[in-house]
């Protein structure tokens, strides 16, 4: 029961957040929101038992990308970017998109119907190790190459700015 109602304060954090972050006229204030958002989505991963992903969420995208898109945000003249129209008499394009992800939408709905039927899950036998556990022994085994390609290619990017910041100065 208690995890029942857990679930739809974060769902309502998910829901009111993306409404509020679409509808808010400043993007101060849009940003926040969408942090809140994001903070109700973390909540959702906790319920189910993803402990990283849980942290990865508050550390990597509440903590640091929302704040550079905050830094963003404020560094950016949006007072003239606002004063200009740039989609002015466009709205057969956004009728457009609208109809395209209607007939998206529609069509996976009416393909996927057996998808939403749920079948009983067969038991699974609990694991010894948690899912970060688990996560850690397949990223360091399955795909170590990938996982080390990933971080010579993040080392390079890294040098690369450093070696062009020095430039300028």
């Not at 200009?84 to 008499?89: A, K």
């Not at 109809?99 to 996976?108: D, P």
């Not at 057996?114 to 688990?134: H, K, V």
Request: some cysteine; charged content about 15%.
């Amino acid at each position: 029961m208690l995890d029942t109602a857990f679930f739809y304060a974060f769902a309502l954090l998910v829901l009111g957040g993306a409404l509020l972050t679409i509808t808010q006229r400043n993007a101060v204030h849009s940003a926040i929101w969408l942090i809140v958002s994001l903070i109700g989505v973390a909540g959702l991963f906790l319920l189910q038992k993803a402990e990283f992903l849980f942290a990865v969420q508050i550390i990597l995208y509440v903590g640091g990308i929302m704040v550079l898109f905050l830094f963003v945000i404020m560094l950016v003249n949006l007072d003239e970017a606002a004063r200009e129209r740039q989609f002015r008499g466009r709205w057969w394009v956004a009728l457009g998109c609208l109809a395209l992800v209607a007939a998206e939408t529609a069509y996976f709905v009416i393909k996927g119907r057996d998808a939403f039927r749920f079948a009983p899950r067969p038991e699974t036998p609990a694991s010894p190790l948690g899912n970060t556990e688990q996560l850690a022994d397949v990223l360091f085994s399955t795909y170590l190459l990938p996982f080390e390609l990933a971080s010579v290619l993040l080392l390079v990017a890294i040098v690369g700015s450093v070696v062009m910041a020095k430039k300028r100065i």
